[in-house]
C-alpha cells in the first residue's frame, strides 16, 4: 500500500521569505501523481500544484514549486515570497494513475509571521 | 469556488444514531469520493463511486455506505454512530477518464457524535 510521510507537523515563515515544506512517499509503482493541497480555516481543500512522476522536470505554479526526487521518493514544496494568506494546512497527497483514489500525508502547518 | 457542494455543514448525533451526509459534485464530474478527516490529521479515503456503483473502498466498516444518484450527486450514510466518527467529512468530484482528473474538494461537513 501506498504511504505518504510529512515529518513537519509545523512550519513557520516570515512573510516575503522562503520556506520549504517536506514530503517522502513509498509506492511500488513507477508512474503516479503527486499534489500539494492547501487547506485554509475554510476547510477547503485547494489545489497547489501537480507533479506527473514521469516527468523529469519540476513542476511551478507562479511562487509555488516543488522538488521532485523519484529515486529518493521525495517530493518537497518551496514557496517563495511567503504572503499571509499562505498560511495554512498544507498536505502532500498521492495518486495512482488510474483511478482517483488520493492518499494523504499527515499535513504541516504553516504559519506566516508579518 | 470549486463547484461541489456539501450538506450540511455541520451536524451533531448521539452515538448510536444514523447519520445522511450529502454531496453536489461539479458539473460534469461522474466520480464522488469520500473522505474522513480527523483532528489534526490527513483525510482518509472512504469510497468511491462512479457511474451509481461503488469503484473502491478504504478501510472503513460496512455501516459506512454511500449512493450515487443519476445526476452524479452523492450521499454518505453512517450507521451506529460512534464517537470516533467525530470528523470533517470530505466529498471530492472529478472527472472520468484522460490521462489526468483533478479531484475538486467541497467544504466538508463537520460531524460531531456526543
Known amino acids: 500500500a501506498q504511504t505518504v510521510t510529512q515529518s513537519q507537523p509545523e512550519m513557520s515563515v516570515q512573510e516575503a521569505e522562503t520556506v520549504t515544506l517536506s514530503c517522502t512517499y513509498d509506492?511500488?509503482?513507477?508512474?503516479?501523481?503527486l499534489f500539494w493541497y492547501k487547506q485554509p480555516p475554510s476547510r477547503q481543500m485547494i489545489l497547489v500544484i501537480r507533479q506527473e512522476a514521469y516527468k523529469q522536470q519540476n513542476a511551478t505554479e507562479n511562487r509555488f514549486s516543488v522538488n521532485f526526487q523519484k529515486a529518493a521518493k521525495s517530493f518537497s514544496l518551496k514557496i517563495s515570497d511567503s504572503q499571509l494568506g499562505d498560511a495554512a494546512m498544507y498536505f502532500c497527497a498521492y495518486r495512482e494513475t488510474s483511478g482517483s483514489r488520493l492518499t494523504f500525508g499527515e499535513g504541516t502547518q504553516l504559519t506566516v509571521n508579518p | 469556488e470549486t463547484g461541489v457542494t456539501q450538506s450540511p455543514t455541520h451536524l451533531i448525533k448521539t452515538r448510536g444514531q444514523q447519520v445522511t451526509l450529502r454531496c453536489s459534485s461539479q458539473?460534469?464530474?461522474?466520480?464522488v469520493s469520500w473522505y474522513q478527516q480527523a483532528l489534526g490529521q490527513g483525510p482518509q479515503f472512504i469510497f468511491q463511486?462512479?457511474?451509481?456503483?461503488?469503484?473502491g473502498r478504504g478501510n472503513f466498516p460496512p455501516r459506512f455506505s454511500g449512493l450515487q444518484f443519476p445526476n452524479y450527486s452523492s450521499e454518505l450514510n453512517v450507521n451506529a454512530l460512534e464517537l470516533d466518527d467525530s470528523a470533517l467529512y470530505l466529498c471530492?468530484?472529478?472527472?472520468?477518464?484522460?490521462?489526468?482528473?483533478?479531484?475538486?474538494f467541497g467544504q466538508g461537513t463537520r460531524l460531531t457524535v456526543v
Open positions: 458539473s460534469g464530474h461522474n466520480t
Open positions: 463511486y462512479y457511474r451509481e456503483e461503488e469503484n
Open positions: 509506492t511500488s509503482e513507477s508512474d503516479y501523481y
Open positions: 471530492a468530484s472529478s472527472p472520468r477518464g484522460g490521462v489526468y482528473t483533478e479531484a475538486f
